[in-house]
């Protein structure tokens, strides 16, 4: 497990059981059982991981995989989505015939770039994407795919392997981890936010459709009409692997979406979810984006972005010297260090390490560094933050003297120099003596 990873990099807390070690106090009583393989909560105010499950552990990936062919044509064609277009060959129609998830895109009919990645987001339209992956490439699939896995790794993944543009290759497998850094880097991008955002798209009339038609999303999630139970408010976006199942298609599913409320936002990766742990009750079970809705309304009501420090109270205290005014000075935290806690909590339920000097020395200003604070919570490190003189303390010229003098008499320096005087006086006087000695000796042979 990785502890406290960002992608700028970042403060993270992981855990090591099914409730995240991030939950001091928390009644776990009260808190969903996650069963999904693997998943991977953060917080992108702060990016601290609020829950983590074998977030490394390879998974089939599935449509997820058409998140990095998206990811692909946003970095290189970001400014011309609606001035380059793409038209559906044979060989792709061949390659994805059957599959269930498409747009009806049909052999010969041409899109935008925009348009395209509407049907990808919206539906999982496998002959979308490849047509996609087939036009960009210059007919040259294996290069796309290179072009995937070498992105992808720009962007951080580890755990990843893409085989094909769309999923539908088994090859295909990612984890929690790097689907949350994908994720990430595509909600860099604005038109992204805006299709991924989208339960619905319009497709065009062409050569094929004489009218529009709609297309619906599998992220049940966005639509308060459509949604039922599986609507929450704040869902942002995010893509759903599989339609879901019903009858007794006993397989699983994974979803990654981001949400914000309250103006606190937060990713959710979840991979691998069991299709019978969905309770919801619909003819259409959609397992991965049952346990997103269990784990998005226990984030919510756990935890809330709070002050870790009061920059107006006292924190701590140090030794003065050289001052009448005081002996004390009173110290405040640099900055409220915004981070994740549990809600109802407050600033108590962090540990503190402070690193201070033994005591300063007048003058000293308000506002000098003087020392530093660590936070820790549940033994992860938040960070730290520096510790300001909170007053100005003068210098008194009497004292600073005293402590000069007593510095100077107490100092190596004079003891070396008084044992080097002592020494030159008794070899003086022991030179002396034996002068004198010789000199009455002469005086006493002259007399006789």
């Known amino acids: ?31 969903y059982t996650l069963q999904a393989q693997s998943a991977y909560i953060v917080n992108t105010d702060t990016n601290i991981i609020i829950y983590e499950k074998d977030s490394e ?30 038209t559906q060959p044979q060989a792709i129609s061949d390659y994805v015939y059957g599959t269930k998830e498409h747009a009806d895109v049909r052999i010969g ?17 496998n002959e979308v994407t490849m047509t996609v992956a ?136 979840i991979m691998g979810s069991p299709d019978l742990c969905d309770s919801y009750g619909y003819s259409t079970r959609r397992p991965a984006l049952f346990e997103t809705t269990q784990m998005l309304d226990w984030v919510y009501a756990s935890f809330s972005i709070q002050a870790a420090l009061d920059t107006d109270q006292p924190l701590g205290e140090v030794k003065v010297k050289y001052s009448l005014d005081t002996d004390r000075l009173m110290l405040y935290p640099a900055d409220d260090m915004m981070t994740i806690l549990p809600s109802g909590s407050d600033s108590t339920v962090t540990q503190k390490i402070f690193n ?13 560094v003087v020392g530093s604070v660590t936070l820790l919570l549940a033994g992860e490190e938040i960070g730290t933050i520096e510790l300001l003189a909170g007053q100005d303390v003068e210098r008194s010229p009497i004292l600073f003297t005293v402590a000069k003098l007593q510095q100077f008499f107490s100092s190596l320096y004079l003891k070396v120099v008084v044992v080097l005087t002592v020494a030159a006086v008794a070899l003086y006087l022991g030179w002396f003596l034996v002068d004198e000695r010789k000199t009455r000796k002469r005086r006493q042979i002259r007399r006789r």
């Not at 990095?68 to 400014?79: E, H, I, K, Q, R």
């Not at 009919?109 to 999982?124: D, F, G, P």
């Open 356 to 368: 201070l000097p033994e005591a300063v020395y007048a003058p000293v200003k308000q506002g000098d």
């Open 1 to 31: 497990m990785k502890r406290f990873f960002a992608l700028l990099l970042v403060f993270c807390i992981s855990v090591c059981t099914a409730l995240p070690a991030f939950a001091v106090g928390y009644d776990s009583s009260a808190h």
């Open 134 to 269: 087939y036009c960009l490439s210059g007919n040259d699939l294996t290069g796309w795919v290179s072009q995937m896995n070498s992105l992808s790794q720009r962007i951080g993944t580890t755990g990843s392997v893409w085989t094909d543009a769309c999923g539908i290759d088994d090859g295909n497998t990612t984890t929690a981890r790097d689907m949350y850094l994908i994720l990430r880097y595509l909600m860099g991008f604005d038109a992204f936010v805006e299709i991924a955002g989208s339960y619905s798209c319009e497709m065009p009339a062409n050569t094929r459709h004489s009218r529009e038609y709609s297309l619906y999303s599998y992220n049940k999630m966005l639509s308060k009409s459509s949604g039922g139970k599986f609507y929450r408010e704040g869902v942002r976006g995010g893509k759903v692997d599989l339609p879901g199942y019903s009858n007794d298609n006993h397989g699983n599913q994974s979803a990654v979406s981001w949400a914000t409320r309250n103006g606190e936002s937060y990713i959710f990766s």
């Open 57 to 86: 552990l390879p998974v089939q990936a599935n449509s997820l995989t058409q998140l990095m062919t998206v990811a692909l044509v946003l970095t290189n064609y970001g400014d011309k989505l609606d001035t380059t277009t793409v």
């Open 109 to 125: 009919e041409t899109l935008t770039l925009r348009e395209a990645l509407n049907a990808i987001m919206v539906s999982n339209a």
